[in-house]
């Protein structure tokens, strides 16, 4: 029940404060230009006779700059004689040596046939020509790629970025320099890249 009270005080309120600035707004009155004027000089502002709608020219400041000269230095260098070193060669007497041979026993054909293979791998990765590529710490993939690129070891960086991602290579990349074969596949140049 008092909030009902609280709220009629408040409609009242507003009511009268409405009604007690229309009062005084009326009573305001309009100035005329004379008086305007007047006013404006009782304030010290000061009236321009003549107004143009043409913007003032700000003049032209032309600056000469004048190159200074650097004076010219010049060094004189003398070149030092380097000490020279004389080397004494002693003549020493070379220890006698005997060799003895022992008979090895005769491989047997499956030995001869591993040795084969194994000599045909070696004289085939040392037939290949080898690329250096040097990743330095903070090197992406995408880099490493071009890299590989450059040095002719494959024709797309960017298929070759695509297989590092999708297999995981990119995120463990070795730093350090790597001794790469000529026609290795994109697998071959990743596992040596990462250092497995």
Known sequence: MKLRYYLRGLGIGIIVTLILTGIAGNKKQEMTNEEIKARAAELGMIES????????????????????QIPEVAETVTPTQAPEVTETVTPTQAPEVTETVTPTPAPTESAAAEQT???????????????????????????VSRMAQEAGLVENAQDFDRYLCASGYDKRLAVGMHEIPTGATYEEIAKILTGR
């Open 49 to 68: 006779t003549t107004l143009s709608d043409e913007p003032t020219q700000i003049p032209e400041v032309t600056e000469t700059v004048t190159p200074t």
């Open 117 to 143: 293979d194994e000599e045909q791998a070696i004289a085939g990765d040392e037939s290949r020509e080898m690329v250096l590529i040097t990743i330095q710490r903070g090197d992406s993939s995408v880099k």
